[in-house]
């Protein structure tokens, strides 16, 4: 029998409530679960359980993660599980940048 590859997608947004705004998509071979979390505690926590209940492979992090926060969140998934963090090119990120200040605030 074949596992599933279990990957997380973890993004911030100021408005965000990870008991709701999440999702999984799946196939028989794959399985994405993506979360968006308000602030640093709670990337942490839904991190960790997305490792201790789902059995969570790697964690991919949205740009706006720094580097202590992603050590932080390494540090709590453990050495089995790869931290990634998406990362664009330098106009990409400005733009991005901007959107994201026009938008939010």
Request: charged share 20%; net charge negative.
């Amino acid at each position: 029998m074949r596992m599933a590859f279990k990957a997380a997608f973890v993004a911030h947004a100021p408005d965000a409530d990870p008991e709701k705004h999440g999702c999984v998509v799946e196939t028989s071979m794959y399985k994405l679960f993506v979360v968006l979390v308000r602030n640093q505690e709670q990337a942490v926590e839904v991190s960790g359980a997305l490792v201790a209940q789902e059995g969570v492979h790697s964690i991919l992090l949205c740009p706006g993660f720094t580097n202590t926060d992603i050590a932080e969140i390494d540090e709590v998934v453990g050495p089995d599980v790869s931290v990634c963090v998406a990362r664009g090119d330098n106009p990409g990120n400005e733009s991005v940048s901007e959107i994201m200040k026009q938008e939010w605030g």
